[in-house]
């Protein structure tokens, strides 16, 4: 994927941004960016076993930051704690991935890039059978 395709993926809804960015930095071998980012069945386990391990208190500090229910993707913070997942999460993911400096981008190759090559070839051969002529 070439860097311009990863950042046209950064419009549209939250939830389909997530989804993009978590399969792609799972797919990618960079999956410390989007460790944070969780669905709803691993937030259901997370609550579980910290009902089970610290009681109620932690859960509800667990669960405090998440206003909407039902979202595809939450997000847990520095302190552990869940909370909904933001555009500035994932918008703060895309421009870490895009700043790694060890994963290799494919190379961007625009059909404008390819058409002008072929008119500087064109002018270029143009020019070499004016010259061969000329000397004729």
Do not use: P
């Amino acid at each position: 994927m070439t860097k311009k395709e990863f950042m046209e993926q950064q419009t549209g809804y939250l939830s389909d941004k997530a989804r993009f960015l978590v399969n792609f930095c799972n797919e990618n071998g960079l999956e410390d960016y989007v460790s944070d980012i969780i669905d709803t069945d691993t937030l259901d386990d997370m609550t579980v076993r910290e009902a089970e391990k610290y009681g109620f208190e932690r859960v509800y500090h667990f669960v405090s930051g998440i206003e909407y229910l039902n979202d595809e993707y939450y997000y847990i913070d520095a302190y552990g704690n869940a909370r909904n997942l933001a555009d500035s999460d994932v918008d703060w993911i895309f421009d870490e991935v895009l700043k790694d400096e060890d994963f290799e981008w494919d190379e961007e190759w625009e059909e404008e890039s390819e058409q002008e090559l072929e008119e500087d070839m064109d002018e270029d051969l143009e020019d070499i059978m004016k010259a061969i002529s000329e000397e004729d």
